[in-house]
């Protein structure tokens, strides 16, 4: 089994930062890679940013130029650092990993508890 921990949300006010971390443990033979996604109520969950084992990333346009992912291959890790937050990007905040758990194995899905980021003055 692989596990996924997130960390680092709060209550911040508009134009301030946030980093979210998102480590994963367990069984993990290799990571192909990580995603930010975000729920805000009443709303369908959305993929927010991507990184492809330490590679390309990906982001919704809503955030470009604003938010930056990152990845730690040797913690198994996720960053997420959000710039000039709006009350707009106030959800709840899941991270995902496609994860190999053997040789010869297809990546599996692993979901984390999700965080809360809520952006208000």
């Known amino acids: 089994q692989v596990h996924l921990v997130e960390s680092g949300g709060g209550l911040v006010q508009p134009g301030g930062s946030l980093r979210l971390s998102c480590e994963a443990s367990?069984?993990?033979?290799?990571?192909?890679?990580m995603n930010w996604y975000r729920q805000a109520p009443g709303k369908q969950r959305e993929l927010v940013a991507g990184?492809?084992?330490?590679?390309?990333?990906n982001y919704v346009d809503s955030v470009k130029g604003r938010f930056t992912i990152s990845y730690d291959n040797a913690k198994n890790t996720v960053y997420l650092q959000m710039n000039s937050l709006k009350p707009e990007d106030t959800a709840v905040y899941f991270c995902?990993?496609?994860?190999?758990?053997?040789?010869?194995?297809?990546?599996?899905?692993?979901w984390g508890q999700g965080t809360q980021v809520t952006v208000s003055s």
């Open positions: 995902d990993a496609d994860v190999k758990t053997g040789w010869g194995r297809d990546p599996e899905q692993f």
């Open positions: 367990g069984n993990i033979f290799s990571i192909y890679s």
């Open positions: 990184i492809v084992n330490d590679g390309p990333t």
